[in-house]
């Protein structure tokens, strides 16, 4: 199989991602952006000319979202090297949810500077993906969700300020709730998600198929809540019956991709029933169909997103750069793949059936499902959505 890239793709990581954050006892306390980067290297699947050295946003380019205020307490307490109380209780900072850690205001504030160096990447004719991405529910002056700043937002506005309609896709477990509120009143910008039922899940507010955006979009946003242990035929039935049209529909000029991981089956935080293989299967059918350049190039900027069982998204956003820069790699992981797996001494589902396979391969073991009946019925009402029943 090739290691060879066959696509312009560019892998925007650091050292920095290498440094432990979000404390000792956190859900993102775990090797993320640096596991997949290493993994990817086992194949030999990551040239010089393709890796970008991430750089810490500047102030007024989170300050297109976020609010100054928000901007100089978050700098403020990496300096003090604390949160204070009203700063805790104002913005959401120093929580267990959004803990301190060491150099915090940079390395989130690097994580977004590459989603918007992703977005460059793109509109200078590559395809950019940014593991370290994807925090989709900060606000603009708050951190929500384990997100700091909202970098998904920031990578959107700078294509938006080429002028491109912009169709944003969250396939991760939960709402991508704050890119919705950002875009909620610009009929330049649609944002489909696809997620838990926020009856049962986080944020548990909002996400709802009825949640359509506002008159003044046009009705931009689409949410397509799951039912608990939602498999990959009902998944694939869902995205297919609304990703064309929507397509069709909205004509975007570039598309961004939230790829959070936590969708797969043995994710510790997600309910959903889905294997890395649908996770690459929706991946792959929206890298084939983005708007292209005058060279054939897709339009699309990727990051990551959640994902809280480090084997399970190390073999999935190997398998997604794969996917972006053209390349195939084996299923079997090389040895060298399984032993910087197994150095993770990841053991909080060992005792399930599956564990074993995330050392061998880089896909799951598929089972057949049949369809339920209210998956049916959510797709029966996607035509019933204002932004498909406007005049």
């Known amino acids: 199989m090739s290691s060879l890239p066959t696509r312009k793709a560019t892998f925007i990581g650091g050292a920095k991602y290498r440094r432990k954050t979000y404390g000792s006892n956190h859900p993102l306390a775990i090797p993320r952006v640096s596991l997949t980067h290493e993994l990817i290297q086992t194949y030999g699947a990551l040239s010089d000319a393709e890796f970008m050295e991430a750089r810490k946003a500047a102030d007024f380019e989170l300050e297109w979202f976020h609010t100054p205020a928000y901007v100089s307490a978050f700098k403020r307490a990496e300096v003090l090297g604390r949160v204070s109380n009203p700063v805790r209780q104002r913005h959401k900072l120093g929580t267990l949810e959004n803990p301190y850690f060491e150099q915090f205001f940079t390395v989130p504030a690097t994580a977004t500077g590459a989603s918007i160096q992703a977005a460059e990447v793109v509109i ?3 395809i950019g993906f940014n593991p370290a991405g994807g925090m989709h529910h900060a606000r603009a002056d708050q951190a929500l969700g384990f997100c700091y700043f909202n970098d998904p937002v920031l990578g959107i506005m700078r294509l938006r300020r080429e002028g491109w309609r912009v169709l944003y896709v969250d396939i991760d477990a939960h709402h991508g709730d704050g890119v919705e509120a950002a875009f909620l009143d610009d009929p330049e910008v649609f944002t489909l998600s696809l997620h838990m039922d926020t009856g049962y899940a986080y944020p548990f507010t909002g996400g709802r198929l009825e949640d359509a955006g506002t008159p003044a979009s046009g009705h931009t946003s689409l949410n397509l809540p799951l039912p608990k242990d939602t498999h990959d035929a ?33 994710d510790p935080l997600g309910k959903l029933g889905l294997s890395t293989q649908c996770f690459l299967q929706t991946a792959q ?17 990727v990051t990551g997103g959640g994902g809280y069982h480090p084997l399970v998204l190390a073999r999935a956003w190997a398998g997604l750069w794969a996917l972006l820069s053209g390349r195939e790699l084996p299923e079997q992981l090389p040895l060298a793949g399984t032993d910087l797996l197994r150095s993770v001494g990841w053991d909080m589902d060992e005792d399930e059936a599956h564990f074993t396979q995330l050392f061998l391969s880089r896909l799951d073991q598929l089972e057949a499902h049949s369809v339920r009946p209210e998956i049916y019925n959510l797709i029966d009402q996607i035509p019933l959505h204002p932004y498909f029943r406007k005049p």
């Open 285 to 301: 059918t929206i890298l084939d169909t983005s708007p292209r350049h005058a060279d054939g190039t897709p339009r699309l900027l």
């Open 234 to 266: 009902e998944y694939q039935l869902l995205f297919n019956a609304v990703w064309q049209p929507l397509l069709d529909a909205f004509q975007p000029d570039a598309v961004v991709l939230q790829a959070g991981t936590d969708m797969i089956f043995a």
């Open 124 to 126: 200078g004719g590559r």
